[in-house]
């Protein structure tokens, strides 16, 4: 049931803003091949700029680029961009809030084979707690192509999150990108699965296999970490009275951390946290690697049975 | 412009230093906190820089197709500070609430924080990506910007920095001139000690830049060169600058422990008495 990567359709629609805003760069660290920004150096290579294997450096000449008025789009693995280049994204792009694109590839443990270090589990941790960031992982292509849109019109910093693997269509035909609102993908009254990126399909197949043992799960797609939807999380809260997140990522500091907070500032409510459990990751098949680490649809069944019996 | 400055030119430029000096030590001693060497070091630069080179008006500091200025060693930003006052920027009063509370003047530049800031530093090594950045925008955008970034020569140590020189010289970012304040002195002690980043003028050559050196405090030879950078094409330029940390005072001069200390009010008011017998 795999359509597209999130990364194929990040470099597609890359290609497009680049045709109808001039404004927008694109900036690459020796792995346009595999961002797929190569779909936009290929259609304007004067707005396309590699700089190498130096992802510090990349961040400042966005910076750079960005106080002058462009729109630069900055893409390389998840890992570099965030770990290596934190304090550059921090000071020199956050810090003065200039208007630059963090657009991180491979990100999660899907990265797959190549092992831990490539395995980027704690970025969205690192990038929600910058101020001026705002942090958008996409579920499926269609949703990738309009965050790219949202990126280019929005003012400020952007962090976006994309994969390595092909993932399902999930959000639907008709469908409007709203910054900061969680999308529903699902109604139910027993327990609210929070879902985010690659892990909202994970997240609809549990809700089907939690219906069909009589427990109706709410499926939501937060596919913007920050500023999240707190209306969302506490009406979930108070409607279903359980929670679990649901993240390609460590459970510490990312969707299931920014979840915990709204719900312990709001409306209290027992969660479960399904994502990599505080530890590296290992080389494998994608596949192999979330089912090792806990990341299935039967997680999250197993996850919200639990939080359900936690009720009070 | 002549390639030259004329004897009124120059004597304006060194009362206009003996003014920024003057504002560094009241403004670092008021806060009680701060890097006075490595801003006496860099006055000469910046004070060539913004009152016989740069194209920046006061009254629209956000000017696209101004030249742009960044501060790499941001620490240095009562330099920075002193500098944009003279110009004009803001008020001269203003830089008595150097790093208080609810100030503009921030500790380290902040573009959101004051005018005539064209980019946020202080963590070093960042600078010379970000001018790279402004160069190749205005390159792009096809203006005659240019851009000057001042870096200090412990920072040199900083990796980045190399690949923002890769970087300026393989987009052959000729509207690019950096200066590298070359006082010999970092925190901890001179650099050749604390971790040598000798020869200078050589590496960058290797990283293939064009290359000047001069006296930093020769108002003349500062000019000099920024003018031969603007007519070097192909390349960007740095100008190694042999400056004297703490120049001006003599207490200050070459020492180390005046990198980030504050002179105490008595201290205050001897150094700029020095530094005003120098007008007479």
């Known amino acids: 049931m795999g359509k597209l990567a999130t990364r194929e359709a990040y470099g597609d629609s890359l290609k497009e803003l680049g045709d109808k805003n001039q404004a927008v760069v694109v900036l690459d660290a020796d792995l346009s091949k595999s961002t797929k920004t190569v779909v936009f150096a290929k259609a304007h290579p004067d707005r396309f700029i590699n700089v190498g294997i130096a992802e510090q450096n990349m961040m400042g000449i966005a910076a750079g680029l960005a106080a002058s008025g462009k729109i630069p789009f900055v893409s390389t693995f998840a890992m570099f961009a965030t770990g290596r280049a934190f304090e550059q994204v921090r000071n020199s792009i956050c810090y003065p809030k200039l208007n630059v694109k963090v657009a991180a590839t491979h990100a999660g443990l899907t990265v797959g084979e190549d092992g831990a270090s490539h395995q980027s589990i704690e970025d969205i941790s690192l990038m929600r707690s910058l101020p001026n960031m705002t942090v958008i992982v996409p579920a499926d292509a269609e949703e990738t192509r309009q965050a790219v849109e949202f990126a280019a019109k929005h003012n400020g910093p952007v962090y976006l999150r994309l994969g390595r693997m092909a993932v399902p269509d999930v959000v639907g035909e008709g469908y409007q990108f709203a910054h900061g609102k969680a999308l529903q993908l699902a109604d139910g009254k027993d327990v609210t699965l929070a879902a985010t990126g690659i892990m909202v399909s994970a997240a609809l197949e549990a809700a089907k296999t939690l219906a069909e043992e009589g427990i109706s799960a709410r499926v939501l797609n937060i596919h913007t970490i920050k500023p999240i939807d707190r209306d969302a999380i506490a009406k979930a809260a108070k409607e279903t009275g359980a929670l679990v997140s649901c993240e390609e990522h460590s459970v510490i500091g990312g969707l299931g951390s920014a979840v915990a907070e709204v719900l312990a500032e709001t409306t209290p409510a027992p969660m479960e946290r399904v994502g990599v459990k505080d530890t590296f990751g290992e080389s494998g098949t994608p596949g192999d690697l979330l089912v090792k680490y806990g990341l299935t649809a039967n997680d999250i069944v197993a996850a919200a049975k639990k939080a359900i019996s936690r009720k009070a | ?280």
């Not at chain 2, 820089?49 to 742009?68: C, G, I, T």
């Not at chain 2, 010379?128 to 000057?148: E, K, N, P």
């Not at chain 2, 003028?201 to 290797?206: H, I």
Request: proline share 5%; hydrophobic share 40%.
């Open chain 2, 1 to 280: 412009m002549a390639d030259k400055l004329t004897p009124e030119q120059i004597s304006d430029l060194q009362a206009k230093a003996r003014v920024i000096r003057r504002n560094i030590i009241a403004m670092v001693s008021e806060a009680k906190s701060g890097h006075p060497g490595g801003s006496l070091s860099a006055t000469d630069i910046l004070a060539t820089l913004y009152f016989a080179e740069m194209k920046v008006d006061a009254k629209n500091p956000q000017d696209p197709l101004r030249d742009r200025f960044v501060l790499s060693k941001g620490h240095a930003a009562p330099v920075l500070y002193a500098t944009l006052a003279a110009k004009g920027f803001f008020p001269e009063e203003e830089l008595l609430t150097l790093r208080k509370i609810n100030s503009r003047m921030q500790g380290h530049p902040s573009i959101k924080d004051l005018p005539g800031i064209d980019m946020s530093t202080g963590s070093l090594g960042q600078g010379l990506s970000a001018a790279s950045g402004m160069a190749l925008a205005a390159r792009m955008d096809g203006r005659s910007s240019r851009v000057y970034a001042v870096l200090g020569d412990g920072e040199l140590q900083e990796g980045m920095v190399w690949e923002a020189a890769m970087f300026a010289a393989h987009y052959k970012l000729d509207n690019l001139t950096a200066f590298v304040d070359f006082n010999g002195l970092q925190i901890d002690g001179p650099i050749e000690q604390v971790m040598s980043p000798l020869p200078i003028p050589e590496k960058w050559q290797a990283f293939g830049w064009n290359v000047l050196q001069i006296d930093g405090h020769d108002h003349q030879a500062i000019y000099a060169a920024l003018q031969e950078a603007k007519a070097h094409k192909g390349r960007p330029t740095v100008i190694v600058a042999k400056t004297v940390k703490g120049k001006g005072v003599c207490k200050m001069e070459n020492a180390v422990d005046w990198h980030g200390k504050a002179p105490s009010q008595q201290e205050c008011e001897l150094f700029i008495q020095e530094l005003e017998d120098l007008d007479d």
